[in-house]
C-alpha cells in the first residue's frame, strides 16, 4: 500500500507511472489528499479540544481544593462541552482514516521505470533470447497433457484442494519440484545472497502492505518459503 506522504511528494511522477497499468490516478490522488488533509485537521482539533479538557480537570481540582466549589462546577460545565466535541471529533476522525485506507486499498502498487505499459501479456517486450529456439513436431502435447501421461502432476486434485494454479506434484513430478528448488537455492547461495526461510502464514497487515488484500480476499494466496536478499 502506497503511502500518503509519498503522493503527496510523487503525486504526478506515479500518476505517470500508474498509466501504464491503465490506473486513473488522478481523481482518486485528489480524493487521497483531500481525506489526508481533513485527518490532519480533525488530528490537530482533537489533540487541542484533549489539551484543553485536561487542563481544565487540573484546574477544577485545585478550584476544589482552595474550596471555590461554584467556580469549579462552570468549569465542569465547560469540561463535559469538551468531552461531547472531542467524542464528535474522534467519531469524525475515525471515519476519515476508514475512507482514507479504503481508498489507498485501491491503488495499485507503483511499476518499475523499466516496465512498458500494456493491458496484457502481449504487451510484454522481449528483453533476450537464448540458444536454439525448437519447432516442434507434429502432434507434440503440451505440458499439462504430458504430466497426466505420466502422472506427475495432478491439476484436479489441486484445483480441489486450493484452488486454480495450484497442482500436486506427485512420484517424479515431486521429487523434480524438490530437485529444481534446491537447484536454484544453491545457485543464488553461490551468486551472494543471503537465504532466508520465513512463515508461511502471514497477518492481515502483511496482506494489505504488499497489496495481496483486499483485492484477492477469500482466495488463498500461495507464499514462497525462501526469499533471498
Not at 23 to 41: C, G, K, M, N, Q
Not at 85 to 99: D, G, Y
Not at 168 to 180: D, E, F
Request: aromatic share 8%; hydrophobic share 35%.
Amino acid at each position: 500500500m502506497l503511502q500518503v506522504s509519498n503522493i503527496r511528494a510523487h503525486k504526478e511522477g506515479y500518476i505517470k507511472a500508474l498509466k501504464k497499468r491503465s490506473f486513473p490516478a488522478d481523481d482518486v490522488f485528489e480524493e487521497i489528499l483531500t481525506l489526508d488533509e481533513s485527518r490532519r485537521s480533525t488530528q490537530t482539533q482533537l489533540d487541542e479540544t484533549l489539551a484543553e479538557s485536561n487542563q481544565l480537570s487540573k484546574e477544577i481540582g485545585m478550584l476544589f481544593k482552595s474550596g471555590e466549589q461554584q467556580k469549579a462546577n462552570i468549569l465542569k460545565e465547560k469540561t463535559s462541552q469538551l468531552k461531547d466535541k472531542s467524542k464528535e471529533l474522534s467519531e469524525s476522525f475515525n471515519e476519515t482514516v476508514a475512507k482514507l485506507e479504503q481508498l489507498l486499498y485501491t491503488v495499485p502498487n507503483i511499476p518499475n521505470d523499466l516496465v512498458p505499459a500494456g493491458t496484457s501479456e502481449d504487451d510484454n517486450e522481449e528483453i533476450y533470447k537464448e540458444g536454439d529456439i525448437p519447432v516442434l513436431a507434429e502432434g507434440s502435447m503440451p505440458h499439462w497433457e504430458l504430466a497426466k501421461k505420466y502422472d506427475i502432476i495432478d491439476f484436479e486434485l489441486g484445483n480441489k484442494v486450493t484452488g486454480a494454479g495450484f497442482p500436486v506434484y506427485k512420484g517424479k513430478g515431486a521429487r523434480l519440484q524438490r530437485a529444481l528448488i534446491t537447484y536454484f537455492l544453491d545457485k543464488a547461495v553461490d551468486a551472494g545472497y543471503t537465504e532466508y526461510q520465513l512463515p508461511l502464514m502471514v497477518n492481515e497487515a502483511s496482506g494489505f502492505g504488499t497489496g495481496q488484500l483486499p483485492d484477492k480476499e477469500g482466495r488463498c494466496i500461495m507464499l514462497r518459503r525462501m526469499i533471498f536478499i
